[in-house]
């Protein structure tokens, strides 16, 4: 690195005594000339650190006086977990009547300014200046935000049971899972308690909830909807989406939040824009159509490994072959296919994400993105977690941390690297089938939502990940690949604790990337045919 600013010879300059303890705590040693050289340059890197002005000038703060916000409060009900804060924020002037009206939660790890952001853990207390970009776009669509939907744990979990807020209960059925991390989105738009919900999806987490309380839920393609002003996990896996009661009110919500913001380099800089930004109206022109042709010309893939998941449920089985068959009386043509890789994808996820995930998510850590940074966020946490904030996380926050610890201590930035190379090759396949077909359906989640834990039991962090052993194995590999996927409420089946209990299954209908649509457009075909709440 080129020195391009004056050698500090005047100010405060950092000592030869200052900078020993940090070159011996990193295995170096310096001669005394060489020690009394690099305090000078590091002086010079310290006092154009003093000389940087306050980035808040820059950041996207909302004008309040066109986005008030009123009634900011914890609610004494929260609707059995769901919410996480309530609020009530309106555009003053909506430039679109896109979603006139409409109720919308907010994921709690979406920033809403003036509103305390959990992230569902007590690890950092935080409350943001800034609004999300798909908050502001949302308000300017015409929706009305009432809240703060409760979310697992760091967002680090498939299973309700983590939140701060406390365990978010499945709509059908008290006591068991509404999924996560998006928990409290689910359950809220299942409810009828909102229209409309953000979630967010790294491994899932927009689908998991969608498939166990019986809504849609879309994880979009990797970039079509900006990331900015919002938590993640691991920037090559952040999404952001809709979750509905029904497939063209999630069409309605992305339409509204979708295309570029200039902030966020998980986006395209050029060509996100015009028709491609459309979804509501090709939506509408498939369910205008006859039933029989509805879907007429659309060549649907049933991918054979998304039904050999180690501990499937085969009555999730029955069920979603029994509504793929379906789409052959809309006029589809449906044909067996094979991505033998797409069973190496979950073990290629767990080993791509520790290293990064665990500085992203847990120390704020951004380096290497272009996007919008939370600096009084990551003030609120060093360069590693204190004990206190260890123990504020939950079951799978705290094993990615260690797990972060492990592979940074053992291996080194190789066993991230070489995870994510075989992810090129996962991601080779699934566009070369989809070069043949237009979609490819499995089921969502491999078993229906299973049963939380007894309040207040401490079962240790191995029973309770093992809950939930493998309910990512056709969810994950998306988030890595980044093609769009949407999850289909399909029928019912019995839980696996209670045979006499019946809760929701969902097929997932997975597409090219930027063909979030004919997803969409799939999805809604099927659910004006048949209702799937008498399977």
């Known amino acids: ?43 010079s890197l310290d006092k154009a650190i003093s000389a940087l002005p306050d980035d808040k000038s820059v950041l996207p703060r909302p004008n309040l006086a066109k986005y008030p916000r009123t009634d900011v409060h914890i609610p004494e009900d929260n609707d059995l977990g769901a919410w996480a804060t309530k609020v009530t924020v309106k555009c003053t002037s909506p430039t679109s009547d ?22 569902g853990t007590s690890m950092v207390d935080w409350t943001p200046e800034i609004d999300a970009t798909i908050v502001t776009r ?8 009432v809240g703060k939907a409760a979310c697992e744990n760091a967002c680090m979990e498939g299973m309700s049971g983590t939140s701060v807020t406390g365990q978010v209960h499945n709509p059908y059925a008290k006591g068991y ?5 998006s928990s409290g989105s689910g359950r809220l738009v299942a409810t009828g308690s909102v229209d409309l919900a953000f979630g967010g999806d790294q491994g899932g987490s927009i689908r998991i909830p ?16 900006p990331y900015t002003g919002i938590l993640g996990l691991d920037a090559t896996i952040d999404h952001a989406g809709p979750l509905a009661k029904n497939v063209r009110d999630c069409a309605l919500l992305l339409e509204a939040v979708a295309g570029s913001d200039g902030w966020d380099d998980r986006q395209p800089s050029i060509g996100l824009e015009g028709d491609k930004l459309k979804f509501v109206a090709p ?21 054979n490994e998304g039904f050999e998941v180690p501990g499937q449920d085969p009555n999730v089985v029955e069920s979603v072959r029994s509504a793929i068959d379906k789409f052959k009386s809309l006029g589809a043509e449906v044909v067996p296919m094979s991505v033998p890789v797409h069973k190496d994808g979950p073990l290629l996820w767990t ?128 988030n890595n690949s980044g093609h769009p996927a949407i ?49």
Do not use: H
Request: aromatic content about 6%.
């Open 351 to 478: 080993c791509a994400l520790p290293l990064s995930g665990g500085r992203q998510s847990l120390l704020g850590d951004l380096d290497g993105r272009k996007q919008l940074y939370f600096t009084d966020r990551a003030d609120l946490v060093g360069p590693k977690l204190t004990q206190r904030q260890f123990d504020a996380l939950g079951p799978g926050a705290s094993n990615l941390y260690l797990g972060y610890l492990w592979i940074q201590e053992k291996y080194g930035a190789k066993v991230q690297g070489q995870a994510m190379n075989l992810l090129k090759a996962v991601n080779d396949a699934y566009e070369k089938a989809l070069k043949e077909f237009d979609v490819l359906v499995m089921p969502t989640l491999p078993y229906p939502a299973p049963k939380l834990p007894e309040p207040g039991s401490d079962e240790g962090p191995l029973n309770f990940l093992a809950r939930t052993t493998g309910l990512i194995a056709n969810t994950c590999p998306f």
């Open 138 to 145: 949302a308000l300017d669509a015409g929706a009305v935000i």
């Open 98 to 119: 896109l979603l006139k009206g409409r109720t919308l939660a907010l994921k709690d790890n979406i920033a809403l300014a003036g509103v305390r952001c959990t992230n």
């Open 177 to 181: 899972s509404a999924g996560g991390s």
């Open 210 to 225: 969608a498939s166990s309380c019986g809504i849609v839920g879309l994880k979009p393609t990797w970039g079509l909807v």
């Open 283 to 303: 939506v509408d022109t498939v369910l205008t159509k006859e039933t029989s042709k509805m879907l007429e010309g659309v060549k649907i893939g049933v991918l």
């Open 1 to 43: 690195m080129s020195v391009v600013l004056q050698v500090a010879t005047t100010g405060k300059k950092v000592s030869e005594d200052e900078l020993r303890p940090i070159i011996t705590k990193a295995g170096l040693e310096l001669s005394e000339p060489l020690l009394e050289n690099f305090s000078t340059l590091i002086s």
């Open 487 to 535: 999850s289909l409420p399909v029928g019912f089946v019995p839980a696996r604790e209670d045979p006499s209990l019946k809760l929701p299954t969902a097929m997932q209908i997975v597409g090219r990337k930027f063909a979030d649509v004919d997803c969409l457009k799939v999805a809604a075909a099927w659910e004006r045919a048949f209702d799937w709440k008498k399977f």
